[in-house]
């Protein structure tokens, strides 16, 4: 408890030394007119709520998101926020909860999921739901993906409240179920409760990555974009047999030369309007050699050499191409028998824009094998869809970034995985990936991993940053 008790006043020592030094780059940013004890106590509510959270296993499957959503609605009826739980199947649920505003702007929504992918106790250091702290940074299955982000709105809800903000906007959070899996929780939202999102102008969840790199943010991603999952199936046919008399055109032997051709192929590099951006975005922070690249990335490709370099780099070849993994492979159940069919997997990953069946084409002339069918996983594709970044919102993001992170450029991306910004965006809401978390590489590596964390530091700050963004955008 001595040294728990050192490393929280450290933290609240660091967590006031960086909110000072934004409220004097900023002096205009809302969370500036707070008095600091009250600050700091919003900060210690979000530790003390976080070890809380963390401590609901909702892993999915099952998910079992009720219990958290009961975490919630305690919270907002302790401050009186107007709330509704929906327990749409038994043990999972949605909360929805409003501060009220003028009503001359249309609302904001806050959203987040309550589900966590599964994990592995045995490779973890503390239990992924103990909500340890170990050397300042709290371990938990949901401390990147995504528990953490929705605490800071939690904690903005009430900041809202007790500060009384003037809000010329409704401010909505929205907590759901299930975005690990089927997404079931936000399509139940969408059909059913249609009218408690009131038609909203924006939207903010995950995605969003601020890199952090020797104790210096080098980048806000914002994410305004996300490919499109178009999971397929390979089956190979072949004669089977007793494995003691090898047959040439079994199916395994078809499906592994099938996945040799699809394995190898290389899908063309193409340059997207919001890449375009998001490289001379970054144009700023890399090497000279690679600054002008950026700055012109498709004169740059033109290049053979260049084009090669970017093409085998994963960091940025997955915002040229549609992408390509296999993912999972199954024959015989026996070691001594041949079966007659063999399958994989593959999780295929589109750009904006791209046409599902047109790919599904080109990949059975990739394969071009008779013998091996090739369909999706899925008849449900959702065709990928990107919000402007010529918005009130996304300027906003500009401007409490550049008080918190000075000289950081703010870049924006798409997301390599699924969010459920691709459903919201279907209504006419424009949706942003936005964290208000830094994470350093190895830290943004635990998101389903192993050894999932949040440094405390972070907690203690992030609430502030979105609150920044929130409450400027409720007056404009």
Request: glycine fraction near 4%; hydrophobic fraction near 35%; proline fraction near 2%.
């Given at each position: 408890m001595i040294a728990l008790s050192?490393?929280?006043?450290c933290a609240a020592l660091l967590f006031s030394l960086v909110t000072a030094a934004a409220a004097q780059s900023a002096p205009n940013l809302p969370s500036a007119t707070i008095p600091a004890d009250r600050l700091?106590?919003?900060?210690?509510?979000?530790?003390?709520?976080?070890r809380d959270y963390l401590r609901i296993d909702t892993s999915n499957p099952p998910g079992h998101e009720l219990a958290a959503a009961q975490f919630f609605k305690k919270v907002l009826d302790s401050e009186n926020i107007e709330n509704q739980v929906?327990?749409?199947?038994?043990g999972r649920a949605n909360i929805w909860a409003r501060i009220k505003g003028g009503g001359t702007k249309r609302p904001l929504i806050l959203l987040s999921h309550m589900d966590v992918v599964t994990s592995d106790p045995a490779k973890w250091k503390a239990n992924p739901f103990s909500a340890d702290v170990i050397d300042g940074a709290m371990y938990g299955r949901g401390a990147q993906d995504m528990k953490q982000e929705g605490l800071a709105q939690l904690v903005v809800m009430v900041m809202l409240k007790r500060e009384q903000v003037r809000l010329d906007r409704d401010v909505i959070l929205l907590a759901t179920s299930d975005e690990e899996v089927d997404g079931i929780g936000t399509d139940w939202?969408?059909?059913?409760?249609?009218d408690l999102l009131e038609n909203a102008e924006f939207l903010i969840t995950e995605g969003g990555d601020n890199l952090e790199q020797k104790g210096h943010v080098e980048s806000v991603g914002v994410d305004v974009a996300e490919k499109s999952p178009f999971w397929l199936k390979l089956t190979a046919h072949g004669t089977p047999g007793h494995a003691s008399v090898p047959l040439a055109d079994s199916a395994p032997n078809r499906l592994v030369r099938a996945l040799y051709r699809v394995i190898n192929y290389q899908t063309e590099l193409k340059v997207l309007p919001v890449v375009e951006e998001h490289f001379k975005a970054l144009a700023a922070t890399q090497t000279s050699d690679l600054a002008a690249k950026f700055a012109d990335i498709r004169t740059a490709l033109e290049d053979k050499a260049f084009y090669a370099r970017m093409s085998a780099d994963p960091q940025y070849a997955y915002l040229l191409r549609d992408t390509i993994s296999l993912t999972r492979m199954q024959g015989s159940q026996q070691t001594n028998v041949i079966p007659s069919e063999a399958v994989a997997n593959l999780d295929i990953r589109l750009l904006p824009g791209e046409d599902a069946h047109a790919f599904l084409v080109l990949m059975k002339n990739v394969v071009d094998d008779a013998n091996v069918t090739i369909e999706p996983e899925s008849k449900?594709?959702?065709?990928?869809?990107a919000s402007d970044v010529n918005t009130t919102l996304f300027q906003i993001f500009r401007e409490v970034s550049a008080a918190y992170w000075p000289g950081t450029p703010v870049v924006p991306t798409i997301t390599s995985g699924y969010t459920e910004n691709q459903r919201y965006r279907e209504i006419g809401i424009n949706c942003y990936g936005f964290t208000p978390y830094a994470a350093t590489k190895e830290?943004?590596?635990?998101?389903?991993?192993?050894?999932?964390r949040v440094r405390l530091e972070e907690l203690r700050s992030a609430p502030r940053i979105l609150f920044d963004v929130v409450a400027t955008l409720g007056q404009r």
């Open positions: 050192r490393l929280s006043l700091a106590k919003y900060s210690d509510d979000a530790v003390q709520w976080m929906f327990e749409f199947t038994p939202m969408i059909a059913n409760k249609r449900d594709f959702r065709k990928a869809n830290e943004g590596a635990t998101e389903h991993g192993n050894n999932e």
